[in-house]
């Protein structure tokens, strides 16, 4: 199983980016996708989940300029951020969690994509 982001890159503050993640090989199905981020010098963090069902979390510092869409069908979910900052510059991660054909639920992660928004 393989997760291929993409979409990152430089941007003013105050504007927008889509980032892409497409899940590929041995799946079953896909329970949670999300994307995370990493700072310099600071822990990977929540940005936001979707379930399988369309379900959404967001950690408080998004909430109301990013959403997590999700398309089931091509096991890709993206991630939409508007309204960017500086505080937002980090390296962007998505994750997985896949049931194998084998049964079991195995946790994925992309390769990150950086983001980087200039004030």
């Known amino acids: 199983v393989q997760l291929q982001a993409s979409g990152g890159g430089l941007v003013q503050a105050g504007g927008s980016l889509r980032l892409s993640c497409a899940a590929s090989?041995?799946?079953?199905?896909?329970?949670?996708m999300g994307w995370y981020r990493q700072a310099p010098g600071k822990q990977r963090e929540l940005v936001a989940v979707?379930?399988?069902?369309?379900?959404?979390n967001y950690a408080d510092l998004v909430k109301d300029r990013f959403t997590i869409p999700r398309d089931n069908a091509k096991n890709t979910v993206y991630l939409q951020m508007n309204s960017l900052k500086s505080d937002d510059t980090a390296v962007y991660y998505c994750?997985?969690?896949?049931?194998?054909?084998?049964?079991?639920?195995?946790?994925?992660w992309g390769q990150g994509t950086q983001v980087t928004v200039s004030s």
């Open positions: 979707v379930t399988s069902g369309g379900s959404t």
């Open positions: 090989g041995s799946i079953a199905s896909i329970n949670d």
């Open positions: 994750k997985a969690k896949v049931l194998r054909w084998t049964g079991r639920f195995t946790d994925y």
